[in-house]
């Protein structure tokens, strides 16, 4: 069993600061019965108010843990009283098991937390403590921008094998072979989830160009066509490689597409929170009180004191943009504005509700209409985003 605990703390607005467990992952060599039978466990445990959970933004549920295969993340806030319901409950876990612990494969991750805290919590869980940057299911995880760096490790491993393919009697098409079956493959899962730089896009293509012409890449040879020919489809004359740099661009839209596809997932909503501001059209779709609608900060993020205001205008179904405002005649046509008080859901909260109005008219009323629509249009017919139909849109 391999924990890393990260920690990490966050500025609170009365000035004091709330130090949290950003993730706990543990790589546990265990049957997937027993793994979710830990991820109940828990779930009772913070039901049990034991253990408090973490969220990423309002709107956002307390997550405790998360779950993939035989892997878990923990989070929680990062006190000392969070600590030791942890470790009692990993206790608990393993003593029901009869399993022991391999202490040297502990380890902690924090961020700007006090070291006094650091060490009094990694004494309470019995983990040494670890540094960032580290490697997490194959894609690195650090507190700044990735560094090109981790992007160059991912060359070193087509060069290795390239480096045991370099027999002279290997035909150039058995080296077509390779680069199909085993190089152009090794940096899709990455590209799944990252969008891959320009930089590492280019040079992969220019290793896959010359262990194709030279057979190695300590020496250069000339090119027989270019690069963009040899990787057209066999049909208009190429020998069927694909170029990394439009496989990178079809991989990243590839991504977009299951970030909109997959709205109610937790990614695309820790996403949505922290990176998305919302174009609002009609407003039908944008959320009035959670949603950055005119690329301010959601309101209630920047005015949580309106918590009492939102909460009844909301249940009484006042929840998107549209519903505050209305269309009236300028004289040069029909534009939008915003809605009296007097013309909301009767309530009392007085002071709130000029309060409201006056930040409403501080900011401009969207005047369009109409909802935003995502559709993938391709020769097949299919609404769903393919990444074969993508790369020969592409081509085209």
Same mark, same amino acid.
């Given at each position: ?6 920690l990490?703390?966050? !500025?609170?607005?009365?000035? =004091? ?6 993730? +706990? ?25 034991? /253990? ?10 307390? /997550? ?18 969070e ?18 612990v ?24 019995? =983990? ?7 490697v ?10 990735? !560094? %090109? ?19 002279? *009697? ?8 390779l ?7 090794? !940096?899709?899962?990455? +590209? ?23 057979g ?5 040879? *000339? ?46 909503? /820790? ?8 174009? +609002? ?35 009484a ?12 005649? +300028? ?5 939008? %504005? ?5 013309? *909301? ?22 005047t369009?209409?109409?909802?935003? /629509?995502?559709? *993938? ?20």
């Amino acid at each position: 069993m391999v924990f890393h605990l990260q920690l990490t703390d966050a !500025p609170a607005s009365k000035g =004091f600061r709330c130090c949290k467990i950003i993730a +706990c992952t543990s790589s546990v060599k265990l049957e997937g019965s027993l793994a979710e039978g830990l991820g109940r466990f828990l779930k009772y445990r913070v039901s049990q108010g034991q /253990i408090s959970g973490w969220r990423w933004g309002h709107g956002l549920p307390h /997550i405790s843990h998360l779950q993939f295969v035989d892997d878990t993340v923990l989070m929680g806030l990062a006190r000392l009283g969070e600590a030791v319901s942890f470790r009692g409950a990993l206790d608990t876990y393993l003593a029901a098991l009869g399993q022991k612990v391999n202490d040297h494969k502990f380890s902690i991750f924090f961020f700007n937390t006090p070291h006094a805290i650091q060490r009094r919590v990694a004494d309470i869980l019995d =983990f040494q403590i670890g540094s960032l940057p580290v490697v997490y299911l194959g894609i690195p995880i650090t507190v700044c921008r990735q !560094p %090109r760096t981790s992007w160059w490790i991912l060359l070193d491993k087509p060069r290795q094998k390239i480096q045991h393919w370099t027999h002279p *009697w290997l035909s150039t098409a058995a080296r077509l072979t390779l680069l199909k079956s085993v190089i152009q493959t090794l !940096p899709i899962y990455r +590209c799944f989830i990252q969008a891959a730089p320009m930089y590492f896009l280019q040079e992969f293509d220019a290793l896959s160009r010359q262990f194709l012409w030279s057979g190695n890449l300590s020496t250069s040879k *000339w090119s027989l066509l270019k690069w963009e020919t040899v990787c057209r489809p066999k049909a208009e004359g190429g020998l069927g490689l694909r170029l990394t740099i439009l496989n990178g661009k079809v991989l990243a839209a590839n991504l977009f597409w299951r970030w909109y596809s997959y709205q109610d997932q937790l990614w695309a909503r /820790i996403l949505n929170h922290k990176y998305l501001n919302n174009i +609002c059209h009609g407003g039908s779709q944008a959320l009035f009180w959670l949603d950055s609608w005119d690329g301010h900060p959601p309101i209630i993020s920047t005015f949580p004191h309106l918590q009492h205001l939102c909460d009844p205008l909301t249940a009484a179904g006042w929840n998107n943009v549209g519903h505050y405002k209305e269309a009236f005649n +300028c004289g040069l046509g029909v534009t939008f %504005r915003w809605k009296q008080s007097s013309q *909301w859901p009767p309530g009392d909260l007085d002071d709130d509700r000029a309060e409201l109005s006056r930040i409403l008219g501080s900011r401009q009323c969207p005047t369009l209409t109409g909802n935003d /629509i995502l559709a *993938w249009e391709s020769s097949d017919s299919s609404e769903k985003f393919v990444v074969s139909t993508g790369y020969g849109e592409l081509l085209r």
